[in-house]
């Protein structure tokens, strides 16, 4: 059992070894007694690795060496084990040998069973003494090696006890401290205070934990955290510790928690601070401006209230596999609380705070990048068509050129210089449409309410169109919503390609939601009529292969859709979901 006393009984008559052993486990059911016939055998035994003895109880007369010499021989290795020397042949002098040899108890034997109940007591009292003293050591020892300073005060309020840590607090060696009243270490202005306060109620609840400032024998002082407690005996155990360092740091901490707090605040950035379970515990005041609502509106939402993207178990299950301090990074979308939403980068970071998961998230908003990229890439696009186009399209016209001036030159007919001028001609019509698409490309301005058959006898006057053999036949047309100067593009290149192609007659005719242009010339002889569209795509030797790009492109822009068929003859360009589009 856990509070057992183990007694090593050593007796050279082993019938009153075992009597002793019987008595003695009965009278208390803790003893657990082991009996021995010799000093000898008791000492191999208190030698041995196993040996776990809390009282050895021994006789006197014994063969080999007696109970001193035996008591003296344990003393050797166990100075501090009880010893109890019980015996039937004790004298004065016997008793005397003991206590100079370091006996815990002396007991003589008597007659009756009562010597059992004496002897019992006096084993459970030696121990119990033994293992409160071995206690007081293990304390003494802690006290003696802590890092914090500790005394004791009697009830005179006088130094018993310094340990060398509190000592050296104060500048001070333990000797020097003991038996001086505590106001020693301190200033005549916080003696006052503590003597009126801090020791009143030390007495009254036991008790007082706070800071106080202390004076070292140098006149140098420092501030303490200070822990006094009384004990049972009237005693006040005092514990301090020098926190001045520590006092520093805090001041230096606050301000530059301050500062910072200042700086996440005035961040041009949104930030927010949430917990594991996706709850929003802080946010800056851009965060508030960027979704419209303030800070207790959006204090404890959860973030996928936020971020359209999100659900809780995509986010329980990201950051859950986030290290301490590791980085995510992701592109989302963020909802405002007016419901309108804007593209965001999100940059998120574990932190551990006082042992609780937190997640430090500082968010922008790239709209304004998003438009930029967005920019770039057209402009990367309408430069590879341009650097496409000039590369090719303009080298086949260049030649043709190069080669009738050649021949004028060694022929001197100047009749080859109308086939260079048509090569010239071409190459202008192909330059201008390049360049169309390399400074407008999809962009459109604002729109207007524009009458479309207005808009389309414009274009053909401006094409030649009347010069031309081919007639030109309009429906009944309504107004649309579009940008002007695009449509007018649209509308010549469609036209001049109507005429190009050779048809007599070009009609233009409304449709349930646009309108439709065709031409009774050739048709389109392609498997995929759609790669009429296709940049440098042309079946005519005159064409850039840019014109019904153009097309496209401004259709698209309006959000358009254009499609071209073939009918009876000739070819249909059909252009729907046209806004505004109705009869005059």
């Not at 000592?167 to 005549?188: F, K, S, T």
């Not at 802080?282 to 204090?299: P, Q, T, Y």
């Not at 186009?389 to 009738?404: C, E, F, I, K, W």
Request: glycine share 8%.
């Amino acid at each position: 059992m856990a509070d057992s006393i183990r007694v090593l009984h050593v007796d050279d008559e082993p019938s009153i070894g075992d009597l002793t052993a019987d008595f003695l486990e009965r009278v208390d059911p803790r003893f657990e007694v082991e009996t021995v016939t010799s000093a000898e055998a008791g000492l191999e035994r208190l030698r041995s690795v196993d040996a776990e003895v809390d009282c050895v109880v021994s006789d006197y007369e014994m063969p080999g060496r007696d109970g001193i010499e035996f008591l003296e021989a344990v003393r050797e290795t166990h100075s501090d084990l009880p010893f109890i020397l019980f015996t039937g042949k004790g004298s004065e002098e016997v008793a005397s040998d003991a206590i100079s040899a370091g006996v815990s108890d002396y007991l003589q034997k008597s007659p009756g069973t009562e010597q059992y109940e004496l002897l019992a007591n006096r084993i459970r009292n030696s121990v119990e003494r033994a293992r409160a003293q071995r206690e007081r050591q293990r304390h003494l020892s802690a006290i003696e090696t802590a890092r914090e300073g500790i005394s004791i005060l009697d009830e005179n309020e006088e130094f018993v006890y310094v340990n060398e840590a509190y000592a050296d607090l104060y500048g001070y060696d333990p000797e020097e401290m003991v038996g001086e009243r505590w106001e020693l270490i301190y200033r005549d202005e916080d003696i006052e205070w503590i003597e009126n306060d801090v020791l009143p109620t030390v007495y009254e609840e036991g008790s007082w934990q706070g800071k106080t400032v202390g004076l070292r024998a140098d006149g140098s002082t420092f501030v303490e955290s200070h822990s006094l407690s009384k004990t049972e005996q009237g005693d006040i155990v005092c514990t301090i510790r020098d926190i001045t360092e520590q006092q520093e740091r805090e001041r230096q901490l606050r301000r530059k928690t301050a500062r910072l707090e200042a700086l996440l605040e005035e961040s041009p950035d949104m930030i927010d601070m949430h917990d594991a379970e996706g709850t929003i515990l802080d946010v800056n005041r851009r965060f508030c401006e960027e979704m419209g609502a303030s800070k207790e509106e959006l204090v404890g939402k959860k973030v996928w209230e936020v971020d359209t993207n999100l659900d809780p178990d995509t986010l329980k299950e990201t950051i859950r596999g986030l290290d301490l301090d590791e980085r995510l990074s992701v592109e989302t979308e963020f909802k405002r609380v007016d419901g309108s939403t804007f593209p965001a980068e999100v940059h998120v970071r574990r932190l551990d705070i006082q042992g609780e998961d937190r997640f430090l998230v500082i968010t922008r908003n790239i709209s304004e990048h998003e438009e930029q990229k967005r920019a770039i890439e057209r402009k990367n696009e309408q430069l590879e068509v341009f650097a496409s186009t000039v590369s090719h399209d303009l080298r086949n016209p260049l030649a043709t050129a190069q080669g009738y001036v050649e021949l004028a030159r060694e022929t001197g007919d100047d009749a080859y210089f109308e086939q260079v001028e048509r090569s010239l001609d071409r190459m202008e019509r192909i330059i201008g449409d390049v360049l169309w698409l390399a400074r407008e490309g999809k962009d459109i301005g604002s729109t207007d309410r524009i009458d479309l058959a207005e808009a389309i006898e414009d274009a053909w006057e401006v094409i030649g169109g009347p010069s031309h053999r081919t007639s030109l036949e309009i429906g009944e047309l309504g107004w649309i919503e579009a940008d002007e100067d695009r449509l007018r593009q649209l509308l010549e290149n469609v036209l001049v390609n109507a005429i190009e192609h050779g048809g007599e007659t070009v009609r233009v005719e409304p449709l349930a939601d646009g309108f439709a242009i065709e031409d009774d010339g050739p048709g389109i002889a392609v498997a995929d009529p759609s790669r009429v569209f296709d940049r440098g795509y042309s079946t005519a030797d005159e064409g850039t292969g840019i014109g019904l790009a153009v097309v496209r492109e401004i259709a698209d822009a309006h959000g358009w859709s254009v499609d071209i068929v073939e009918w009876d003859s000739g070819a249909r360009f059909e252009f729907t979901g046209v806004a505004g589009t109705d009869p005059r």
